[in-house]
């Protein structure tokens, strides 16, 4: 019954105009996740609205703003499955204001699909898109030409389209770049193959994200450990238990294997690798475990664990990231904030501005202040030192958050450089 | 705790085994960072999935959290004696609060006995979450169920009022969750959002977990009412001339008694849900909530009342 599927987590980038709700529909319909109450009900919106067809880009619509105003205000998540894989769509909005939006959700993606429209070729749109992609590292990009059927599914103009692309991406730090011809209306090369693109001989859309290779997504050769919870049962059977409980952010970990305590630089062994199914004799990311140590030492959430024999993380009270101001109010630089990075929270300033990127062109530019949706490269100092990975080599311990402690808000999301 | 030895290569690490994590990593940083917490707890299979969720996160320690369930007093008692075995087998602590002592208070006025009492829950939930401090609820809710739902956050913060602004969501990213509350504030949690009915009906057969008999095939007094299979119960009687019929139904959902439609199914095992599951062609609340079919926005609507 419980098959080996893998979870693969991807988003789609492109604006209403480029078939974006369209193509995700089509996925859902022709993978046949749609139900018959779900049809129905975007049926009737359709026949409302004085369309010929059924729109499937109003499955996507979540919330009452949007069916009113025909537009998507944030990010929505939603889930299909196949017999090979279970899929979770990161849908965000296209539109301009709503950089956050896509780095929100391209965040936790392995993978970020980037429509173009046929007709228009390679916009300013793909290169914000394709930038974002690659500032948050999503692992896979499938560059997704759709309306084919608009160019006479013409392979000159696909080849056309994507050399143009791969000499833009070469700019960027992209990893795995997929070109795919398609026709979300029609129906070609997104989970069936059609009869339109038989030059095209590469994967259809819904096959390449069944079979991408997801497995080194996460970072597999350094062991991170942020200690998130401290597990002291204080019952007579678990007297002297202390477990510190936490997800394997990198690599992996064996019963016996040297660690070292970070910031304090203390060292131990690991004694046993708990869980509730049972003890382990490795474990590795993301899995959630308990660890308990050979000595005693004073740990407490916040510190990580490293193998003493790895790759050591940095350990420092000041950085270099690169930021993206999430948040209404503009960054304002006489303030103190808070970061969260992992399990640890420190007091932060913002020590210097160097600059900032426009999104659609690349430039740097000279930056004095920071509002919603800039992205600029800063030096943040902290209170108490962080422990971390460059966000390339790690997501997870080369990432954080920043919280205005005033209004308790998330206002920006850097990565460390 | 068991203690055998059992060794998951990185091959078998499932679709199942990610969401697991991530539900764990969830609860333990709401264990960590927040004062006060709980878990919102029904009987019905998503909060079941939820507790074993809680036992991998912090057993062999006591939950750090009670569970507190929100008593409409409509509630199928099959479901009712299995939220209070489960409490007691896992010995933690169930807070139960009831509509009916809102409306004592006169914070809720009942007009109709036999209509949804869902649309009151949030009061009570509030009342509660005022009477203990609770300034973060752990809640069952998942993405796949409902379009508003498919909008909200992991950590989904409420107001003093209770309410969620959809269109003010803080942003959520990575696996960082900015947990932070002010006073009378409160956060709603959900560890199982990414999850789907699928994925929880494998997981309640690979984890065997006990669940309210209601959910497998039984045979039933129902009425038909539109197109909806209405159980008879002592909330929900016939009208003159509507015919009572046996049939064979089991409950996708198990809420308000009400307003929680059966389906007809012959499954009797979690092997056999499961492969219906796969086939079925309507969605989980579509067929069993005729509360969620009175407009587009039912849901968004109550959710920015306080409901979670």
Known sequence: ?417 | MKLVEKNMTKHSFTHLDALESESIHIMREVAAECKNPALLFSGGKDSIVMLRLAEKAFRPAKFPFPLVHIDTEHNFPEVIACRDKLASDLGERLIVRSLEDSIKRGSIVIKDESKPRNPYQSVTLLETIAEFGFDACLGGARRDEEKARAKERIFSFRDEFGQWDPKNQRPELWDTYNTRVNAGENIRVFPISNWTEMDIWEYIGREKLYIPDIYFAHEREVMRRGGNVIPVSHLVQPKPGEKVEIATVRFRTVGDMTCTAPVESTARTVEEIIAETASTRITERGATRMDDQTSEASMELRKKEGYF
């Not at chain 1, 398609?182 to 009869?195: F, H, K, T």
């Not at chain 1, 994200?209 to 080194?216: K, M, N, P, Q, S």
């Not at chain 1, 200690?227 to 477990?243: A, K, L, S």
């Open chain 1, 1 to 417: 019954m419980d098959t080996n599927t893998q979870l693969l987590r991807f988003i789609t980038a492109g604006s209403v105009d480029d078939g974006k709700s369209t193509l995700i529909g089509r996925l859902l319909h022709d993978s046949k996740s749609i139900f018959e109450d779900q049809f129905s009900a975007i049926a009737k919106t359709s026949e409302k609205r004085g369309m010929a067809a059924v729109d499937l880009s109003l499955l996507t619509d979540g919330l009452q703003a949007e069916r009113e105003q025909g537009i998507t205000i944030d990010v929505a998540y939603r889930y299909f499955a196949t017999p090979k894989r279970k899929f979770i769509i990161g849908d965000t909005p296209g539109h301009e204001q709503y950089t956050r939006n896509m780095v929100t959700a391209a965040s936790t993606a392995n993978l970020a699909i980037i429509l173009i429209d046929a007709r228009k070729g390679v916009l300013t749109q793909t290169k914000r898109h394709s930038y974002l992609a690659s500032l948050l590292n999503v692992p896979h990009v499938v560059l997704a030409v759709n309306k084919m059927d608009m160019v006479d599914y013409s392979q000159a103009r696909f080849d056309e389209i994507v050399s143009e692309y791969k000499a833009f991406a070469a700019q960027l730090d992209l990893h795995d770049v997929h070109c795919i011809p398609l026709s979300a209306l029609n129906g070609d090369m997104v989970v069936d193959r059609g009869g339109n693109l038989d030059w095209y001989k590469g994967p259809a859309l819904l096959e390449f994200l069944e079979e991408v290779a997801i497995d080194h997504d996460v970072n597999t050769s350094d062991f991170r450990f942020p200690v998130q919870w401290v597990c002291r049962p204080q019952t007579n059977e678990y007297h002297d238990f202390r477990g510190f409980a936490g997800r394997i952010e990198g690599g992996e970990i064996s019963v016996g294997d040297a660690i070292t305590i970070l910031p304090s630089g203390r060292t131990t062994t690991v004694k046993e690798i708990v869980t509730y199914d049972g003890n382990l004799a490795t474990a590795f990311a993301p899995q959630s475990v308990t660890l308990t140590l050979n000595d005693e030492i004073d740990i407490s959430r916040g510190d990580m664990f490293v193998k003493t024999s790895a790759h050591a993380p940095k350990v420092e009270k000041e950085f270099e990231a690169t930021l993206c101001w999430l948040a209404e109010a503009p960054l304002d630089r006489n303030r103190k904030y808070l970061v969260k990075h992992t399990t640890r929270s420190a007091k932060c300033l913002f020590s210097r501005l160097d600059y900032r990127v426009d999104v659609n062109t690349l430039e740097q530019h000279a930056v004095e202040k920071l509002n919603m949706n800039d992205i600029a490269r800063v030096a943040i100092k902290v209170q108490s030192p962080l422990v971390f990975d460059r966000y390339d080599i790690d997501r997870s311990t080369g990432s954080f958050i920043v919280i205005d402690e005033a209004s308790n808000n998330t206002v920006a999301a850097g990565m460390i450089a």
